[in-house]
């Protein structure tokens, strides 16, 4: 006895120790994960590579399955492709045809013409270049005094709304060719960053850096409209996911290509940066960027997420057909045109979410038409404390909870909460538009169940060594007393039986159980299988399953019964009774109990034990389960509420039934012709027998006319008929007999 407690001290002493180990993890992870989020720039941010590819993985997969929503934007992209180049050549094309396209553009009503190409060099093919190449010194006089293409290019695009694009590289400007920061060109805009004048708070320092850039032309800069920049930062799998509005250029801040088309776009003459309203200048940081009468939502870095959309290809309209003239000026009128390129050698290629290659000028138009819709997916800034709690709650509630409870049962509420989980990180993405990590809070879950589980195990080991298993079957009474009386087919395999099928499901309990106590309803839910499965054991039925709050009920298995049909339709129209007369007494007492929808079948199938040599399921298998089923179902088509198919009233002779109609259900080739009983309707709501089958006879003939004026006659007496109602919509929508084609289930 004295060991005996001695060892229960060690194992309460083992689960507190596992207890304040899992408090004190989970704590220092979400401590960590909600650092890394408000400190990106600490060497102490923890954002492992491969969580951090886990977490792009997620909001890939997110784009993946809910794309952008189809608003219409005015932006158009003119691709300079492979069909371009084979009708004017190769790149880079001489200034004056892009002088030509720009004209013809601007003609066309365009209000923005932004470039995401390079024009940095002079261009080789003007007469001053050609110039150069000729030892005549009469032709070289001759070239000289041609007006150069670059020129020509810049009178072009005075007035035009042009804006160039320049690259910035973090090269040392001391190593490259490039242009270095201070010689920055007369930029046509300004940043305003309000409140901060100090460089060690100003929540700019936090924009994307270069030293060096390559600009356009000083002869086309200065006739631009405006500059912008042409970087992407793409993720470490060079996957483009964010467009950057602002960037740095040493000390300088200068807007993205996209950013600057829009300022343009609005004739807005700067961009203007807003930050955080916090109390600790150093976590201050940009919140959102106005662009003319556009407020942009952006990320600490003044960055915008991407959210991709399917309806690219109307979007871009070839280089050469502008040209050539054989495209509409509608398409371009007051809109903001990119002009970019998809031909692979012209190395402008990027990944988007589904690994394909796509254009890079794709990028910026999709930032443009999210800004310009207002269609913005954001993760903000607060996200990562966020998914901090919910790590830490949520791996507490399961490792503390696994220390008590059975595997199965920890199991079952581990999945619960990651259901839940990803079903509100899943509703934040599609109706909320908002980026949550649920990768960082579903590894800390998983790791706690799999910890706690595994300590909890090995303390249920050191007090008992050896555990029974023990395997309980629930089956109907038939079915025991059947292995009872023959115990050699309690064996694996199937046998083919004609047998009848009872499907029941009622009406609204997921919303019920939305809105009520959960134990209260469950108590309730009980009380109700209860009483239905004393009905079907009454009618010596075999329970199939029960799934949730609808039963299956399957009669002649294992015990041949010749009746069956008989047993399944009075079985039916008895729980249809009861489960009324139950939904009735609830009601009085104020709890929305629903009715009960019941379909019947009877057909061949395969009955026999199935699953494995550990356990038995008995069940049949073949498509009149899936009939029975559908025919449930179909009740709230019809407006009826227990649905039987013929070959149940022709084993039921003398069935008191009404006609349905031939019905094709879903998935389905051939009709099935299907009846209501008489026993479940309502005699002072519906048609008399005789009228409605007066009614149905002209239906079925064919004759749309008589049949249509029958039930307008019916309908007049019985409104609330639902079958008359049924048959008279359809006879208003066209239909010329009783074939009903459902196209749901």
Same mark, same amino acid.
């Given at each position: 006895?004295?060991?005996?407690?001695?060892a229960s001290?060690?194992?309460? !002493?083992?689960t507190q120790?596992a207890?304040?180990?899992?408090?004190?993890c989970?704590?220092?992870?979400?401590?960590a994960?909600?650092? #890394? @989020?408000?400190?990106?720039q600490?060497?102490?941010a923890?954002?492992p590579?491969?969580?951090?590819?886990?977490?792009?993985?997620?909001?890939?997969?997110f784009?993946?399955?809910?794309?952008?929503?189809r608003?219409?934007a005015p932006?158009?992209?003119?691709?300079?492709?492979?069909?371009s180049l084979k009708?004017?050549?190769?790149?880079?094309?001489p200034?004056t045809?892009?002088?030509e396209?720009?004209q013809?553009l601007?003609v066309?009503?365009? %209000?923005?013409?932004?470039?995401?190409?390079?024009?940095?060099?002079p261009d080789?093919?003007?007469p001053?270049?050609?110039?150069?190449?000729?030892q005549d010194?009469?032709?070289?006089?001759?070239?000289?005094?041609?007006?150069?293409?670059?020129?020509?290019l810049?009178?072009?695009?005075?007035g035009?709304?042009?804006v160039?694009?320049?690259?910035?590289s973090?090269?040392?400007?001391? *190593?490259t060719g490039n242009?270095?920061?201070?010689?920055?060109p007369k930029?046509p805009?300004?940043v305003?960053n309000?409140?901060?004048?100090?460089?060690?708070?100003?929540?700019?320092?936090?924009l994307? %850096?270069f030293?060096? +850039?390559?600009?356009p032309?000083?002869?086309?800069?200065a006739?631009a409209?405006?500059? @912008?920049?042409?970087?992407?930062?793409?993720?470490?799998?060079?996957v483009?996911r964010?467009?950057p509005?602002l960037?740095?250029l040493?000390?300088?801040?200068?807007?993205?290509l996209?950013a600057?088309?829009?300022?343009?776009?609005?004739?807005?003459?700067?961009?203007y940066?807003?930050?955080?309203?916090?109390?600790?200048?150093?976590?201050?940081?940009?919140?959102?960027?106005?662009i003319?009468?556009?407020?942009?939502p952006t990320?600490?870095k003044?960055?915008?997420?991407?959210?991709?959309s399917?309806?690219?290809a109307n979007?871009?309209?070839?280089a050469?057909q502008?040209?050539?003239? *054989?495209?509409?000026a509608?398409?371009?009128?007051g809109?903001?045109?990119?002009v970019?390129?998809?031909v692979?050698?012209l190395l402008?290629?990027r /990944?988007?979410?589904?690994?394909e290659l796509m254009?890079?000028?794709r &990028?910026?138009?999709m930032?443009?038409?999210?800004?310009?819709?207002?269609?913005?997916?954001e993760?903000?800034?607060g996200?990562?404390a966020?998914?901090?709690?919910l790590?830490l709650? @949520?791996?507490l509630?399961?490792?503390?909870?696994a220390?008590r409870a059975?595997?199965?049962?920890?199991?079952l509420?581990t999945?619960v909460l990651?259901?839940?989980?990803?079903?509100?990180v899943? /509703?934040?993405?599609?109706?909320e538009h908002?980026?949550?990590d649920?990768?960082?809070?579903?590894l $800390?879950?998983?790791?706690?169940?799999? =910890?706690?589980?595994?300590?909890?195990?090995?303390? &249920?080991?050191r007090?008992?060594?050896?555990?029974?298993q023990?395997f309980s079957?629930?089956?109907?009474p038939?079915?025991v007393?059947?292995?009872?009386a023959?115990?050699d087919?309690l064996?694996?395999g199937?046998q083919r039986r004609?047998?009848?099928f009872v499907? &029941?499901?009622?009406?609204?309990?997921?919303?019920?159980?939305?809105k009520?106590?959960p134990a209260?309803?469950?108590?309730q839910?009980?009380? /109700?299988?209860?009483?239905?499965?004393?009905?079907?054991?009454?009618h010596e039925g075999?329970?199939?399953?029960?799934?949730?709050?609808a039963?299956?009920?399957?009669?002649s298995?294992?015990?041949?019964?010749?009746?069956?049909c008989?047993?399944?339709?009075d079985?039916a129209l008895?729980?249809h009774v009861?489960a009324?007369?139950?939904?009735?007494r609830l009601? $009085?007492?104020?709890?929305?109990?629903g009715y009960t929808?019941?379909?019947?079948h009877?057909?061949?199938v395969?009955?026999g034990?199935f699953g494995g040599k550990?356990?038995?399921?008995?069940?049949a298998?073949?498509?009149?389960i !899936?009939? #029975?089923?559908?025919?449930?179902s179909?009740n709230k088509?019809l407006?009826?509420?227990?649905?039987?198919?013929? #070959?149940i009233v022709? @084993?039921?002779p003398?069935?008191?039934?009404?006609?349905v109609g031939?019905?094709?259900l879903?998935?389905?080739?051939?009709?099935?012709? &299907? /009846?209501?009983p008489? +026993?479940v309707? !309502?005699?002072?709501q519906?048609a008399?027998?005789?009228d409605?089958a007066? #009614?149905m006879?002209?239906?079925?003939?064919?004759?749309?006319?008589?049949?249509?004026?029958?039930?307008?006659g =019916?309908a007049?007496?019985?409104?609330?008929?639902?079958l008359?109602?049924?048959h008279?919509?359809r006879?208003h929508?066209g239909?010329?007999?009783?074939?009903i084609v459902?196209?749901? %289930?």
């Amino acid at each position: 006895m004295a060991r005996n407690r001695r060892a229960s001290r060690r194992s309460g !002493n083992s689960t507190q120790a596992a207890v304040v180990v899992l408090v004190i993890c989970s704590l220092l992870y979400a401590v960590a994960l909600a650092w #890394a @989020g408000f400190g990106k720039q600490s060497s102490l941010a923890f954002d492992p590579y491969v969580i951090r590819q886990l977490r792009l993985a997620q909001f890939d997969q997110f784009q993946r399955w809910y794309q952008r929503p189809r608003v219409a934007a005015p932006v158009k992209v003119v691709d300079i492709d492979e069909a371009s180049l084979k009708a004017y050549g190769q790149w880079p094309w001489p200034r004056t045809r892009i002088a030509e396209m720009v004209q013809r553009l601007h003609v066309a009503g365009a %209000k923005v013409i932004a470039f995401d190409v390079l024009l940095s060099e002079p261009d080789r093919t003007s007469p001053k270049a050609m110039a150069e190449l000729w030892q005549d010194p009469q032709i070289s006089v001759l070239l000289r005094g041609l007006p150069d293409h670059d020129e020509v290019l810049a009178k072009t695009m005075v007035g035009a709304g042009v804006v160039l694009g320049t690259l910035f590289s973090d090269s040392d400007p001391e *190593t490259t060719g490039n242009v270095a920061p201070v010689a920055l060109p007369k930029l046509p805009y300004r940043v305003i960053n309000k409140g901060h004048d100090d460089s060690e708070q100003d929540p700019a320092q936090r924009l994307y %850096k270069f030293e060096t +850039a390559v600009w356009p032309l000083p002869v086309l800069s200065a006739s631009a409209s405006g500059l @912008g920049a042409i970087n992407f930062i793409p993720d470490p799998d060079s996957v483009v996911r964010r467009v950057p509005m602002l960037m740095r250029l040493g000390d300088k801040v200068v807007p993205s290509l996209s950013a600057e088309a829009l300022r343009v776009y609005q004739g807005a003459a700067n961009h203007y940066v807003s930050t955080k309203d916090v109390a600790n200048p150093m976590e201050a940081g940009i919140q959102s960027v106005r662009i003319g009468q556009r407020v942009v939502p952006t990320d600490d870095k003044a960055e915008i997420w991407l959210q991709y959309s399917a309806d690219r290809a109307n979007k871009f309209i070839s280089a050469a057909q502008v040209l050539d003239a *054989t495209v509409g000026a509608e398409e371009f009128k007051g809109k903001i045109v990119l002009v970019g390129t998809s031909v692979p050698g012209l190395l402008d290629l990027r /990944y988007d979410p589904w690994g394909e290659l796509m254009p890079g000028v794709r &990028t910026h138009a999709m930032a443009l038409e999210q800004m310009l819709t207002g269609q913005y997916l954001e993760r903000q800034s607060g996200a990562s404390a966020a998914e901090a709690l919910l790590l830490l709650a @949520g791996s507490l509630i399961v490792g503390l909870y696994a220390m008590r409870a059975t595997a199965r049962r920890s199991a079952l509420l581990t999945v619960v909460l990651l259901l839940s989980l990803w079903t509100g990180v899943w /509703y934040a993405y599609v109706v909320e538009h908002l980026l949550l990590d649920a990768i960082n809070p579903t590894l $800390a879950i998983v790791l706690s169940f799999i =910890l706690t589980s595994i300590v909890h195990h090995v303390v &249920t080991e050191r007090e008992r060594r050896w555990v029974r298993q023990a395997f309980s079957r629930y089956v109907s009474p038939n079915r025991v007393a059947h292995l009872m009386a023959h115990p050699d087919q309690l064996r694996l395999g199937g046998q083919r039986r004609v047998c009848s099928f009872v499907f &029941t499901d009622l009406v609204g309990f997921t919303t019920l159980m939305e809105k009520t106590d959960p134990a209260q309803v469950v108590a309730q839910l009980n009380e /109700y299988l209860e009483g239905m499965l004393e009905i079907v054991f009454k009618h010596e039925g075999t329970l199939e399953r029960i799934m949730g709050d609808a039963v299956a009920v399957l009669f002649s298995a294992p015990v041949t019964q010749p009746d069956h049909c008989q047993r399944a339709l009075d079985c039916a129209l008895e729980m249809h009774v009861f489960a009324s007369a139950y939904a009735v007494r609830l009601q $009085a007492q104020g709890v929305p109990w629903g009715y009960t929808r019941i379909g019947v079948h009877s057909g061949e199938v395969v009955v026999g034990n199935f699953g494995g040599k550990a356990l038995f399921d008995y069940r049949a298998l073949g498509d009149p389960i !899936n009939t #029975a089923a559908r025919l449930e179902s179909v009740n709230k088509h019809l407006g009826t509420q227990v649905c039987v198919s013929q #070959a149940i009233v022709d @084993g039921c002779p003398g069935a008191r039934v009404r006609v349905v109609g031939r019905l094709v259900l879903k998935g389905r080739s051939q009709p099935l012709r &299907t /009846y209501e009983p008489l +026993a479940v309707i !309502n005699t002072a709501q519906c048609a008399s027998v005789a009228d409605y089958a007066a #009614a149905m006879q002209l239906l079925e003939s064919g004759d749309a006319t008589a049949a249509l004026a029958a039930f307008q006659g =019916l309908a007049a007496i019985h409104p609330q008929d639902p079958l008359v109602a049924l048959h008279l919509r359809r006879l208003h929508e066209g239909a010329s007999d009783d074939l009903i084609v459902m196209s749901e %289930k």
